[in-house]
């Protein structure tokens, strides 16, 4: 839960701060330590080119920074830890929700459960069905989202890497394609392929990675329902060693 909000209109004007999941309209979450924000214009390009896909008011990403500068500027004194802040965006409001970078372990478990969000390319605030999972589940455990064909797509607030014994396998369509996986992708380069993943796969997958930017790589150890365990920490070593703490804030 956030531990200060602070809303505006498209003018600058501040505004009574709400509840922006379920809206029409995008986000993006990114870590903040002392004075430096991680992968900030990365995470504000995405956020601007979502809102242009979903066809929102155009807004210039130079005054989303004025105004987060001067929101971090007004409350410095409030956050002298790692931060994490989100940045909502509707044809009428400009939220950011800044509250205390809590790390997830770095091994998890996890359960599968058909969803699919759509439109999957994009970051929107039709994040509810997802945030009730992330509330139910807790920091120890990660969903893996199945479509409507049975396909592995993508965990509730990460991308997957399936290790296979000869290659390593990220699925093919269905998932937000994140700014952490980018940056893993250029860490793994040729061994990645792309392949549509069904449950029959994890009979002969020997490791799940899921990562975001904010928490980085996390390695899934076992999926209890399915009777999966995880052989292998070859993947989620590769990229601990490759990408570094300045990956992100794990």
């Known amino acids: 839960m956030s531990e200060f909000r602070f809303a505006y209109d498209?003018?600058?004007?501040?505004?009574v701060p709400e509840?922006?999941?379920?809206?029409?309209?995008?986000?993006?979450?990114?870590?903040m330590r002392g004075n430096k924000l991680?992968?900030?214009?990365?995470?504000?390009?995405?956020?601007?080119?979502d809102a242009?896909?979903?066809d929102l008011v155009p807004i210039d990403a130079?005054?989303?920074?004025?105004?987060?500068y001067k929101c971090l500027g007004r409350h410095v004194r409030h956050f002298p830890y790692s931060k994490r802040i989100r940045i909502s965006l509707t044809n009428t409001v400009i939220q950011f929700?800044?509250?205390?970078y809590c790390p997830r372990p770095r091994r998890l478990w996890s359960k599968i459960e058909p969803f699919s969000r759509r439109p999957f390319e994009i970051k929107s605030l039709d994040y509810q069905?997802?945030?009730?999972?992330?509330n139910r589940d807790g920091m120890y455990w990660e969903t893996i989202l199945m479509d409507e064909e049975f396909g592995l797509t993508e965990g509730r607030s990460t991308n997957l890497l399936f290790g296979f014994e000869d290659c390593i396998v990220m699925p093919k369509t269905g998932f937000l394609p994140g700014i952490g996986l980018g940056e893993a992708l250029k860490a793994l380069g040729e061994k990645v392929r792309q392949k549509t993943l069904g449950l029959e796969d994890l009979s002969k997958c020997r490791e799940i990675v899921c990562l975001n930017h904010l928490q980085g790589p996390m390695q899934i150890i076992g999926i209890?329902?399915?009777?999966?365990?995880?052989?292998s920490s070859q993947i989620y070593r590769l990229l601990r060693r490759s990408l570094g703490r300045g990956f992100s804030w794990w």
């Open 10 to 15: 498209r003018q600058g004007s501040p505004v």
């Open 19 to 31: 509840n922006m999941f379920g809206k029409q309209g995008v986000f993006t979450t990114f870590g």
């Open 38 to 49: 991680a992968a900030c214009d990365l995470h504000f390009n995405r956020l601007l080119s």
């Open 52 to 54: 242009h896909r979903l």
């Open 62 to 68: 130079r005054i989303l920074k004025q105004i987060l």
């Open 97 to 100: 929700d800044i509250g205390k």
């Open 129 to 134: 069905r997802l945030l009730d999972m992330q």
């Open 224 to 231: 209890p329902d399915y009777n999966w365990q995880s052989s």
